[in-house]
C-alpha cells in the first residue's frame, strides 16, 4: 500500500502547532502507521540547516533572498530523500508541518521569482505532492498579536514581541500567497478558517483526513 501524505500550512500564529499536535494524536490513538515531522528541521542535517536559517548570526549578517532560499531546499531535499519518500514507500501516513506552499508563500513575499521556485521545485521533489494540506488561515493582524503574547509570556530573548507595519505588511504577502495555492489547487489543499474555536476547527480538519485515510484503505470512522 502507498503512505498518505499530508502537509498543514499557515501563517505564524494560526494555531498550527495545536492542531498538528491534536491531529497526531488522534491518527497515533487509532494506531496508524504513522511519521510526523517538520520543515525546516526534519533531519539531523536539517536542524543544522534551521538553526542557520532561524538563528540571528553574531555577526549580523542576514541571508540574501537566493541563498535563503537554496538552504530551504536543501533541507526539503535531504528531508524527502531520509524520510519522507521512504515512509511513503512503507505505507505510512506522514504528516508535516510545513512543506513547498510554506516556500512558495514566504519567499515568493520576499520576491523571489516564480521561475525560481518552479526550478527548484522541480529538482528537489519531483513531481511529488501532498495528498492533502491542510492551510489554516488567519489574518496576520490578529495572528501576530498572538505570536506577540505568547512571546512575551515566554520571556524568550530574541523573539518578537512587537511587530512593525513592515513586518504586517509581508506577512499579510504572505497570507495573500497562501490564499492564492488554495485557490489554484482546490482538489489537494483543504482552507480552513483558524479565528474559529480550537475544537471547530480540529473537526474541520477531520472532515478531510477522515475521508482521505478511509479511500487509501486505513480504517477509520
Ligand atoms: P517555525 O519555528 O517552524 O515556525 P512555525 O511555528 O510558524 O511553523 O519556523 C519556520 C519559519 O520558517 C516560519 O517563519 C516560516 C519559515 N519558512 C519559510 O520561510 N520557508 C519555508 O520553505 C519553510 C518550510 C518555512
Redesign the pocket.
Given at each position: 500500500m502507498q503512505g498518505v501524505f499530508i502537509t498543514i500550512e499557515g501563517v505564524?500564529g494560526s494555531g498550527?502547532?495545536t492542531q498538528l499536535l491534536h491531529l497526531s494524536e488522534r491518527l497515533r490513538r487509532l494506531g496508524l502507521p504513522l511519521v510526523v515531522t517538520?520543515?525546516?528541521g526534519g533531519t539531523a542535517l536539517g536542524r543544522e540547516i534551521r538553526r542557520l536559517?532561524?538563528e540571528r548570526h553574531g555577526s549580523g549578517e542576514t541571508w540574501c533572498a537566493e541563498a535563503e532560499l537554496l538552504l530551504?531546499y536543501a533541507d526539503r531535499a535531504q528531508h524527502l530523500e531520509t524520510v519522507i519518500r521512504p515512509a511513503l514507500a512503507e505505507g505510512k501516513v506522514v504528516l508535516v508541518?510545513?512543506?513547498e506552499d510554506?516556500?512558495r508563500a514566504?519567499?515568493g513575499a520576499s520576491g523571489v521569482a516564480e521561475s525560481s521556485l518552479d526550478r527548484l521545485s522541480e529538482l528537489v521533489l519531483r513531481g511529488l505532492r501532498p495528498h492533502l494540506t491542510i492551510m489554516l488561515d488567519m489574518d496576520p493582524e490578529t495572528s501576530l498579536q498572538r505570536v506577540e503574547v505568547r512571546n512575551l509570556s515566554l520571556g524568550a530573548e530574541f523573539a518578537e514581541t512587537r511587530f512593525d507595519e513592515a513586518e504586517l505588511d509581508f506577512h499579510r504577502r504572505v497570507r495573500n500567497r497562501f490564499l492564492a495555492i488554495a485557490q489554484n489547487h482546490p482538489n489537494r489543499v483543504a482552507l480552513i478558517p483558524a479565528r474559529d474555536p480550537v475544537d471547530q476547527v480540529e473537526a474541520a480538519i477531520w472532515l478531510r483526513v477522515a475521508p482521505l485515510l478511509r479511500n487509501a484503505g486505513f480504517g477509520v470512522d
Open positions: 505564524e498550527k502547532s517538520k520543515e525546516p536559517l532561524l530551504f508541518d510545513r512543506f510554506s516556500t514566504y519567499q
